[in-house]
Nanobody, 116 residues
Framework: QVQLVESGGGLVQAGGSLRLSCTAS?????MGWYRQAPGKQRELVAG?????STNYADSVKGRFTISRDKNTVYLEMNSLKPEDTAVYYC???????????????WGQGTQVSVSS
């Protein structure tokens, strides 16, 4: 059983930046960040494979950057907008590209709030 431990998140003003981190307790092929806003379904934000392939949701392209160092994945979030407010979850699995259904493991979630 792999555990995912997240850190980062918090409250920031629009236009600000935050960095999320997630460390897996074991070897993982695909890691990603997902988010779920109140009343909405969970969605993929960005994913990264062990080889460094990445994908992003259209809404965050050019503002968010996902990176990885072995079993730790980072999400650098810049130019944050109020609509980025959500609980952000780290997910991990063995298949690329990542999707919610393909993930085997989930972190506990961390709140990101962006004020206008």
């Amino acid at each position: 059983q792999v555990q995912l431990v997240e850190s980062g998140g918090g409250l920031v003003q629009a236009g600000g930046s935050l960095r999320l981190s997630c460390t897996a307790s074991g070897s993982i092929f695909t890691m990603g960040w997902y988010r779920q806003a109140p009343g909405k379904q969970r969605e993929l934000v960005a994913g990264i494979s062990r080889s460094g392939s990445t994908n992003y949701a259209d809404s965050v392209k050019g503002r968010f950057t996902i990176s990885r160092d072995k079993n730790t994945v980072y999400l650098e979030m810049n130019s944050l907008k109020p609509e980025d407010t959500a609980v952000y979850y780290c997910g991990a699995g063995s298949i690329w590209p990542p999707t919610i259904r393909r993930n085997d493991y989930w972190g506990q979630g961390t709140q990101v709030s962006v004020s206008s």
